[in-house]
C-alpha cells in the first residue's frame, strides 16, 4: 500500500475519536443551554403563575364588591349599579352574569342571556351552597362564582364574574420574545468566547503533539519550552526529563560503541603490523618467524578475551538478566575462587589471607557470582605490589551477607573511583594490557552483584592499598 494510501487511512481512524475540543464545546454549550433555558423557562413559569393569580385576585375583589352591593339593595339592580356591572366588565374584558335564586338571568353584560334560565354546574353547586365560592382560569378566562346572601345569610342568588387573560399572555408572549432574543445573543456571545477559551486550553497538548511527531520522525531530540496550564508544564517537565535520559543514552550508546571499536581494532592493527613485518622480510628465519607468531597468537587471543568479556557484559548488563538462584555455601566458592587464584598470586609472591566470621549459606546466581568475585581478587593480584598482600574476609547479619577484598597494591585515585566501574575505563592502560585486563571487569562485577540487588563499594588511596566491600541479601526476594 502506498505511503499516502496509508496515512489516509490513520488519518480517518484518528478522526473517529472525539477530540477534547469538540468535547468540551458540547458539554459547555449543552450546560450553558440546560441552565440558561431552565432559567428562563422557570421565570416565564413563575412569572405567568404569578399573573394569573393576580387576575383572580383583582377580579374577585371587584365581584366581592358587587356581591357587597346586591346583598344592600337585596338583589335589585338599579342603574348605577348596572353602569358599575358594564364598566367592571369592559375593563375586565370579560363578562358579568347575576343570576337570581331561580337560576334566572337577571343581568348579562354581554346581552345573550338576560331572562334566560341557567344550568351550569359550578353556579348550582355556589347556588346550593355545596361550594362556597368557585376560583379558576378557564378557557383564557379567569372565573369568580360567589353567592350573594341574605342577613339570615340566605343565598339570594350568585354573582359570574369572567376576566379575560388576553392582557397577561400578551406580556407574557412579549417577554417571551425579548428573553429568546438575548438567549441568542448570550449563545452567540458564549459560543465566541467557548472557542477561544477551548483553544487555548488543548494549544498546549497540540504543541507537545507535534513535539513528539517530529520526535519521532527522527528529527534531533529537543526540549520543549515550559508554558501554558499547570498541568501542561508538568507534561512538559516530564517529556524534558525523558530527552534529558534519552540524550545520556544515545550518547553513552554512542561512546560504548567507540570504544568497542578502538579496543577491537587495537589488536587487529598489531596483528596487521607483525604480519606484514614477516610478508616484506624475505630472510625471515625459523625462530623470528616463531617469535612473531607467538606474538601474533597472543594478539588473537587478546581479541577473543575483549569479546568474551563484551559477551559477558551483554549478558550480565541487561535490564533482566537470567538469574539461576540456588542456595550457594559463600564461604566454599571464596575459597574455590581463591584456590584458582593462588598461582598467579604466588608468582610474585602476593599472600591471600581468608577469614570467614560465620557459614553463610545465600540464595544466589552461583556462576555469576564467582565471576564477580573472581574478578575483584584477580584485580587484587594484577594491581598489587610484588610480596603483597590481599586479605578476603566473609561476615553476613540476618539480612545480608558481607565480602571483604583488601590488598596493599597501587591504589586508586580519588578522580579515578567512580570511573573505574565504567566500561573499558583503566587507571593505567599500559599496566592493564600487561596484565591482560580488556577494562570490563568491574562493569561486569558491578552489573552481576546489582542483579542480585547488592551494593559495591570500593576505599582506596592512592598508594596505599585498595578494598573492595560488597553486601547481598541473603535471600532472593530481599531488595536493599
Ligand atoms: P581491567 O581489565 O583493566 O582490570 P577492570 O574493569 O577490572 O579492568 O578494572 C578497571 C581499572 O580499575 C583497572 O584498569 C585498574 O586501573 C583499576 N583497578 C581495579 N581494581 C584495582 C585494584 N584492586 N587496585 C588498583 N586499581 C584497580
Not at 484518528?14 to 459547555?28: A, H, P, V
Not at 337570581?100 to 355556589?126: A, C, F, P, W
Not at 538462584?325 to 598467579?344: D, F
Not at 570467614?356 to 593480584?381: F, G, H, M, P, W
Request: proline share 2%; aromatic share 8%.
Amino acid at each position: 500500500m502506498a505511503k499516502k494510501e496509508k496515512k489516509e487511512i490513520i488519518e480517518k481512524k484518528e478522526k473517529k475519536y472525539i477530540s477534547i475540543r469538540t468535547f468540551l464545546t458540547i458539554c459547555i454549550v449543552s450546560l450553558i443551554v440546560f441552565s440558561l433555558f431552565g432559567f428562563f423557562l422557570g421565570i416565564m413559569y413563575f412569572y405567568g403563575r404569578r399573573s394569573s393569580v393576580e387576575l383572580l385576585n383583582t377580579t374577585e375583589n371587584r365581584t366581592k364588591y358587587l356581591v357587597d352591593e346586591l346583598q344592600k339593595s337585596d338583589m335589585v339592580i338599579d342603574t348605577p349599579l348596572l353602569s358599575y356591572i358594564e364598566e367592571a366588565a369592559y375593563l375586565s374584558e370579560g363578562r358579568i352574569m347575576v343570576i337570581s335564586d331561580r337560576y334566572q338571568i337577571m343581568t348579562d353584560t354581554r346581552k345573550l342571556q338576560d331572562g334566560n334560565y341557567i344550568v351550569h354546574e359550578d353556579v348550582m353547586d355556589v347556588m346550593a351552597g355545596r361550594k362556597t365560592n368557585i376560583r379558576v382560569i378557564r378557557n383564557k378566562f379567569a372565573e369568580i362564582i360567589l353567592p350573594v346572601k341574605n342577613e339570615e345569610g340566605r343565598i339570594r342568588g350568585v354573582v359570574v364574574f369572567t376576566s379575560s387573560t388576553r392582557s397577561i399572555s400578551s406580556r407574557y408572549q412579549y417577554l417571551l420574545r425579548r428573553a429568546l432574543v438575548i438567549f441568542g445573543i448570550l449563545m452567540l456571545v458564549d459560543f465566541i468566547l467557548l472557542n477561544i477559551i477551548t483553544r487555548k486550553s488543548v494549544r498546549g497538548v497540540q504543541d507537545m503533539s507535534r513535539q513528539l511527531n517530529k520526535v519521532a520522525k527522527g528529527h534531533v531530540l529537543e526540549k520543549a519550552p515550559e508554558k501554558g496550564f499547570r498541568e501542561m508544564r508538568q507534561l512538559t517537565k516530564n517529556y524534558n526529563a525523558m530527552v534529558d535520559v534519552l540524550q545520556s543514552v544515545d550518547s553513552s550508546r554512542q561512546e560504548f560503541v567507540s570504544n568497542v571499536s578502538h579496543e577491537l581494532k587495537t589488536p587487529i592493527t598489531s596483528m596487521k603490523v607483525l604480519s606484514e613485518a614477516l610478508l616484506q622480510n624475505e630472510n625471515t628465519t625459523v625462530e623470528e618467524f616463531r617469535d612473531f607468531m607467538t606474538d601474533i597468537v597472543s594478539e588473537v587471543d587478546r581479541e577473543t578475551d575483549i569479546i568474551n568479556d563484551l559477551l559477558t557484559l551483554v549478558k550480565t548488563d541487561r535490564q533482566d538478566p537470567v538469574m539461576n538462584y540456588s542456595e550457594v555455601n559463600i564461604g566454599e566458592l571464596l575459597e574455590a575462587v581463591i584456590k584458582t587464584v593462588t598461582p598467579l598470586a604466588a608468582r610474585r609472591n602476593i599472600e591471600i589471607s581468608y577469614e570467614s566470621y560465620r557459614d553463610v549459606v545465600a540464595d544466589v546466581d552461583q556462576v555469576k557470582l564467582t565471576l564477580a568475585v573472581s574478578n575483584i581478587i584477580e584485580n587484587a593480584v594484577k594491581y598489587n605490589v610484588d610480596s603483597g598482600w590481599i586479605k578476603v574476609s566473609l561476615n553476613s547479619d540476618h539480612r545480608f551477607f558481607y565480602i571483604k577484598v583488601a590488598d596493599s597494591g597501587v591504589g586508586i585515585p580519588d578522580d579515578a573511583k567512580d570511573k573505574v566501574f565504567d566500561r573499558f575505563y583503566r587507571v593505567d592502560k599500559a599496566r592493564s594490557r600487561d596484565t591482560g585486563g580488556t577494562g570490563l571487569g568491574l562493569s561486569i562485577t558491578r552489573s552481576i552483584i546489582h542483579s542480585h540487588n547488592g551494593t559495591i563499594r570500593l576505599y582506596s588511596e592512592s598508594g596505599q592499598g585498595t578494598t573492595f566491600s560488597l553486601r547481598i541479601p541473603l535471600k532472593k526476594e530481599e531488595s536493599v
